[in-house]
């Protein structure tokens, strides 16, 4: 009878029903894209960085997995390979040229695909001149590039040679002689990726670059380790504003419930007064009006969701190099919990005020 008595509700007043679904499926959409978009931006730097094929990534004293403080001398790329076990050493150079979700790298080609196996070029060609850069598909159809096209980045124009296959390096690559040169540092690198003769020997390797004297002031990772810094809770406030927009959206969905339910016993005061003297307990009348928040609480998730595939779905095809965005299913569960605390708690003063209307007074509202 409780179920039958709330889908009735829900369904003979259907605009309040809606409006109230789409302010919860709003914050909701908001916690979803938020979350979406910072995995996306992490699992896009992984899966970068793990198509370099390297094993062992040194990068300049002072540095950390998200900040390349300074940069180091080209030579070091050099030094690097006469140390045992180590088949290859290529030095980049890195620019952002677009906040910090984009940046171009400078790459000695030739090295490069000696290390990871080349770009997967899907049109043009490599470099036919010192002012060409390489795009991969993402930023091509962000900017809508082709081939022969001409693009301004650092302050510099370069012509389009090619577009290649996007998840390695980076989204944008120049030659690093000219990259240097734009950005003041010539004979300088901000990072170089090591290739070992056997992956298994990167612990002993990594172990001796940390510890001798004339290595130790670098930051050397093993890319494995690296790649698991690219986390949530690893990012300095990332986690804490993730929390905020969560408290905001149980916020929001408490607010929105509570005045939902608050007007909707106003309109009945008469039905809770008919309920009472049919004999409706408090707690009878108390758990109709619960349910019926809790109801659209899932109502509002349900868009919630819908709404962050349509936010997935303008940031692949808007921006799709600028900004990254995954659906994180394992959020859905979480929102969802999210989602009925606001509404189990926005629903209980308009229920408890239900509750306690006095059978005879309800029967006599107007």
């Given at each position: 009878?409780?179920?039958?008595?709330?889908?009735?509700?829900?369904?003979?007043?259907?605009?309040r029903t809606l409006l109230s679904v789409l302010l919860i499926g709003v914050p909701v959409t908001l916690i979803l894209t938020l979350v979406g978009l910072s995995h996306g931006m992490l699992?896009?730097?992984q899966r970068r960085t793990r198509a370099v094929g390297a094993d062992i990534i040194v990068r300049p004293p002072g540095s950390n997995f998200l900040n390349l403080s300074g940069a180091m001398?080209?030579?070091?790329?050099?030094?690097?390979?006469?140390?045992?076990?180590?088949?290859?050493?290529?030095?980049?150079?890195?620019?952002?040229?677009?906040?910090?979700?984009?940046?171009?790298?400078?790459?000695?080609?030739?090295?490069?695909?000696?290390?990871?196996?080349?770009?997967?070029?899907?049109?043009?060609?490599?470099?036919?001149?010192?002012?060409?850069?390489?795009?991969?598909?993402?930023?091509?159809?962000?900017?809508?590039?082709?081939?022969?096209?001409?693009?301004?980045?650092?302050?510099?124009?370069?012509?389009?040679?090619?577009?290649?296959?996007?998840?390695?390096?980076?989204?944008?690559?120049?030659?690093?002689?000219?990259?240097?040169?734009?950005?003041?540092?010539?004979?300088?690198?901000?990072?170089?990726?090591?290739?070992?003769?056997?992956?298994?020997?990167?612990?002993?390797?990594?172990?001796?670059?940390?510890?001798?004297?004339?290595?130790?002031?670098?930051?050397?990772?093993?890319?494995?380790?690296?790649?698991?810094?690219?986390?949530?809770?690893?990012?300095?406030?990332?986690?804490?504003?993730?929390?905020?927009?969560?408290?905001?959206?149980?916020?929001?969905?408490?607010?929105?419930?509570?005045?939902?339910?608050?007007?909707?016993?106003?309109?009945?005061?008469?039905?809770?007064?008919?309920?009472?003297?049919?004999?409706?307990?408090?707690?009878?009348?108390?758990?109709?009006?619960?349910?019926?928040?809790?109801?659209?609480?899932?109502?509002?998730?349900?868009?919630?969701?819908?709404?962050?595939?349509?936010?997935?779905?303008?940031?692949?095809?808007?921006?799709?190099?600028?900004i990254q965005m995954v659906i994180v299913r394992e959020w859905w569960p979480i929102a969802l919990f999210i989602t009925l605390v606001g509404a189990g708690f926005g629903s209980l003063y308009?229920?408890?005020?239900?509750?306690?209307?006095?059978?005879?007074?309800?029967?006599?509202?107007?």
């Amino acid at each position: 009878m409780t179920g039958k008595l709330v889908l009735e509700n829900l369904k003979n007043r259907p605009m309040r029903t809606l409006l109230s679904v789409l302010l919860i499926g709003v914050p909701v959409t908001l916690i979803l894209t938020l979350v979406g978009l910072s995995h996306g931006m992490l699992e896009d730097a992984q899966r970068r960085t793990r198509a370099v094929g390297a094993d062992i990534i040194v990068r300049p004293p002072g540095s950390n997995f998200l900040n390349l403080s300074g940069a180091m001398p080209e030579g070091i790329a050099g030094a690097l390979e006469k140390l045992p076990h180590v088949k290859l050493a290529v030095g980049v150079v890195n620019q952002q040229v677009q906040g910090v979700t984009l940046g171009v790298v400078g790459v000695d080609l030739k090295k490069f695909d000696e290390i990871s196996g080349g770009f997967h070029r899907l049109s043009g060609t490599t470099f036919q001149g010192p002012d060409d850069v390489m795009v991969d598909q993402y930023y091509a159809s962000e900017k809508g590039l082709k081939p022969g096209d001409y693009v301004t980045l650092a302050n510099h124009r370069w012509r389009v040679s090619g577009i290649f296959e996007g998840g390695k390096l980076a989204h944008i690559v120049a030659p690093i002689a000219r990259l240097q040169e734009l950005t003041s540092n010539v004979g300088k690198i901000s990072q170089a990726y090591v290739k070992l003769d056997n992956p298994a020997n990167t612990s002993a390797v990594v172990q001796y670059l940390k510890s001798d004297p004339g290595w130790s002031e670098y930051q050397t990772y093993s890319m494995k380790d690296f790649i698991a810094l690219y986390s949530v809770n690893n990012i300095p406030g990332l986690r804490q504003f993730v929390w905020v927009v969560i408290t905001i959206g149980v916020v929001i969905g408490f607010a929105v419930v509570c005045l939902s339910m608050y007007m909707a016993v106003l309109q009945r005061t008469r039905e809770i007064g008919i309920l009472k003297a049919l004999g409706a307990s408090d707690a009878f009348i108390l758990r109709v009006i619960v349910a019926e928040a809790l109801l659209m609480g899932v109502g509002g998730t349900i868009l919630g969701i819908v709404l962050s595939y349509g936010a997935w779905w303008l940031i692949r095809t808007l921006v799709p190099a600028s900004i990254q965005m995954v659906i994180v299913r394992e959020w859905w569960p979480i929102a969802l919990f999210i989602t009925l605390v606001g509404a189990g708690f926005g629903s209980l003063y308009p229920g408890l005020s239900a509750a306690r209307r006095d059978a005879i007074e309800a029967l006599a509202y107007e």
